[in-house]
């Protein structure tokens, strides 16, 4: 029978950095020889990325705080039967952009939800599947506005229907991933603060040694 694989999650605010740190893990485990699957939350699945399309909406303005909730969990419960499980029952690693903690850091911080209903609805859409590893980019929210700003004005791209909350809402999320990352050990703070190439560094101290240790056990 194959090992299990290894999954390892990203998370941040908004503009965190997570997609520049993501192009670096990717090319560091190609160069490793290390086959990754790449996921995304919500999405990650053709039903996931049709409620992607939902939840992030511009026009969806009226979303209620539960219907929010809900639709994130009805996208991670397709993901973890459809993709993660077979995958990581085949021995694959798996780099998944959010998991459950950004709906513990956005539905519970930043909207308010009761945390026990969350962690009941993560338990529901997960069946009790945990990351081995996660990645948290720690970043001030005001820093992550001008960079999104700065992104948004060369590229010119409209922020989504959640990136459109306000500073005060930002910064509950922030308070509430900080919260995890203090209480949980798989988590492991990056400072994002730095140029992109010094937090690639601080997250390939991570991650070393745990292709190491696949390379001991094959
Ligand atoms: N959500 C998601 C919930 O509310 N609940 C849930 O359960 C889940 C799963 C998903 C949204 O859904 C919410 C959270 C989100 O609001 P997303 O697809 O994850 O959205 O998108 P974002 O997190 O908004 O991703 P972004 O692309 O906006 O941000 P990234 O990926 O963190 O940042 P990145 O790499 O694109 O960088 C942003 C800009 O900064 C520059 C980049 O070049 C880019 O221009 N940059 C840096 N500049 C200076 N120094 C650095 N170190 C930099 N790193 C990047």
């Given at each position: 029978m194959k090992a299990r694989g290894l999954f390892i999650t990203?998370?941040?605010i908004d503009g965190a950095g997570k997609g520049t740190?993501?192009?670096?893990?990717?090319?560091?485990?190609?160069?490793?020889?290390i086959e990754l699957i790449l996921l995304r939350e919500p999405g990650g699945t053709s039903i996931g990325e049709q409620?992607?399309?939902?939840?992030?909406?511009?026009?969806n303005a009226e979303m209620k705080a539960m219907t929010e909730l809900l639709l994130f969990a009805a996208a991670r419960a397709q993901l973890v039967r459809e993709v993660i499980e077979p995958a990581l029952a085949e021995g694959k690693w798996i780099l998944c952009d959010r998991f459950f903690d950004s709906t513990l850091a956005y539905q519970a911080g930043g909207r308010g939800l009761d945390r026990d209903m969350v962690q009941q609805s993560i338990l529901l859409a997960t069946g009790g599947l945990e990351p081995d590893l996660t990645l948290y980019l720690d970043l001030d929210?005001?820093?992550a506005s001008e960079?999104?700003?700065r992104r948004e004005e060369?590229?010119?791209?409209?922020?989504?229907r959640i990136e459109r909350e306000d500073m005060i809402f930002k910064r509950a999320v922030r308070a509430e991933y900080l919260r995890l990352a203090a209480e949980l050990e798989?988590?492991?703070?990056?400072?994002?603060g730095g140029d992109p190439l010094s937090v690639w560094y601080e997250i390939q101290q991570t991650l070393t040694p745990l292709v190491q240790k696949h390379r001991g056990g094959k």
């Open positions: 990203i998370e941040g740190q993501i192009d670096h893990i990717c090319s560091y485990m190609e160069t490793e020889g409620i992607r399309g939902i939840l992030l909406g511009q026009n929210p005001d820093v960079r999104r700003a060369s590229l010119g791209n409209e922020a989504d798989r988590i492991v703070t990056i400072d994002a």
